[in-house]
């Protein structure tokens, strides 16, 4: 079985900084992709980041130039680094995998709260 743990939440003021962190647990199995995901209250899931096996990034546009989404295949870790947070960006943060034979994200994390104040 396997396991996606996300660490690093908290509550911030704008302006601030924060690291997720998500480790993979359990059996090893290959992957397309990894994501970082959130849900505000009363909105859809939107994705904010991904980084693809073969290297290829994407963010979205909210968060351009803030956030820096990165992954350690050793310590089979995925990072979002989030810089100049704002209230927007208050969210629960999900950590998903694509594994190789899915269409889709397939594997999730329990997510983590994040909240910034003005």
């Known amino acids: 079985q396997v396991q996606l743990v996300e660490s690093g939440g908290g509550s911030v003021q704008a302006g601030a900084s924060l690291r997720l962190s998500c480790a993979a647990s359990?059996?090893?199995?290959?992957?397309?992709?990894m994501a970082w995901f959130r849900q505000a209250p009363g909105k859809e899931r939107e994705i904010v980041a991904s980084?693809?096996?073969?290297?290829?990034?994407y963010y979205a546009d909210s968060v351009k130039g803030r956030f820096t989404v990165s992954r350690d295949v050793v310590k089979r870790t995925i990072y979002l680094q989030m810089n100049s947070l704002n209230p927007e960006d208050t969210a629960v943060y999900y950590c998903?995998?694509?594994?190789?034979?899915?269409?889709?994200?397939?594997?999730w994390g329990q997510g983590t709260q994040v909240t910034v104040s003005s």
């Open positions: 980084v693809r096996d073969s290297g290829g990034k």
């Open positions: 998903a995998a694509q594994s190789v034979g899915s269409n889709d994200y397939n594997l």
């Open positions: 359990g059996r090893r199995f290959s992957t397309y992709a």
